[in-house]
């Protein structure tokens, strides 16, 4: 095939915004003739080039706007220094089915055990199968629905909330909630409910949800929906930044560590949406 219509099949390539073949079109072309493939072969491999080209291009558009505090994956989740979790659940809920069915995921246990980790995973896997996702803390959450609520803007604000397939509640219990925020978060979880899936991080146990709410009517209506499909999963290992203070010789096993005085910091600052 001569370089004028290699040249012509590039342009019209990149015309129906088929980039990336364009792009490799050449050695690809020299490549067939050496294997000496037939012309379906050929196309065959040409569409499965694109088609994995633009399944990346909108995975990473996805994952852009969902707004993850960081990039972590499951495979680098250490199931062995966490064994009070069961990797067969994880698992099965990086399948994704659990957001074909507006299925929940509480991941429960006290900081740096690998919440937000398991969180932040499970939400780029949801990117890579093609689910809208969204992140954000329950600080930023509270502080955005109340913005929204004090403007006139709730129904809107709600409406947003509501479109990801996933939403992803970090850091619920760090801080209590006023009876404001308590009221607003339960209208967007009534909102949610069997709609859209979401998985919520927590540092308390479901019986100190009341506290955390300010009510525990209103707790027991957020558990009530939250709970009635669902996965929770509760994390009984030590904190991963301890066992990186063990290895730096700052902390021993003898000398357990002591949580200052107040309420636990966020594992990460508040974001708003």
């Known amino acids: 095939m001569s370089s004028f219509a290699i040249e012509q099949i590039q342009e019209q390539m990149r015309q129906l915004k088929l980039v990336r073949t364009a792009e490799q079109l050449p050695l690809l072309l020299q490549d067939a003739s050496k294997a000496e493939v037939s012309y379906s072969e050929f196309l065959a491999e040409l569409l499965g080039r694109e088609l994995a080209a ?72 949801a990117c890579a199968l093609g689910f809208r996702t969204a992140f954000i ?53 009534s909102r949610r409910y069997e709609r859209g899936s979401i998985l919520i991080t927590s540092n308390q146990s479901l019986a100190g949800w009341g506290q955390v709410f300010g009510d525990q009517v209103i707790a027991t209506a957020i558990l009530d929906r939250l709970l009635h499909h669902s996965t929770i999963i509760n994390i009984k290992g030590e904190s991963y930044r301890l066992k990186e203070k063990r290895k730096a010789g700052l902390l021993t096993r003898s000398e357990p560590y002591t949580a200052p005085e107040g309420p636990a910091p966020p594992e990460h600052p508040p974001t708003a949406p």
């Open 54 to 125: 633009k399944q990346e291009r909108h995975t990473a558009m996805k994952t852009t706007m969902a707004r993850f505090p960081f990039q972590k994956s499951l495979e680098s989740f250490d199931f062995k220094f966490q064994p009070s979790i069961e990797p067969k659940i994880v698992r099965e809920l990086a399948t994704g089915r659990f957001l074909a069915d507006a299925d929940n995921v509480l991941l429960l246990g006290p900081p740096g055990v690998g919440k937000t980790h398991l969180a932040v995973a499970l939400g780029l896997r």
């Open 137 to 189: 803390t329950a600080a930023g959450l509270i502080a955005s629905l109340t913005r929204a609520h004090n403007e006139n803007r709730l129904e809107e604000k709600l409406k947003l909330l509501v479109q990801p397939k996933l939403l992803i509640i970090d850091e619920i219990g760090y801080l209590p909630l006023e009876r404001l925020g308590a009221n607003l978060f339960f209208q967007l979880v």
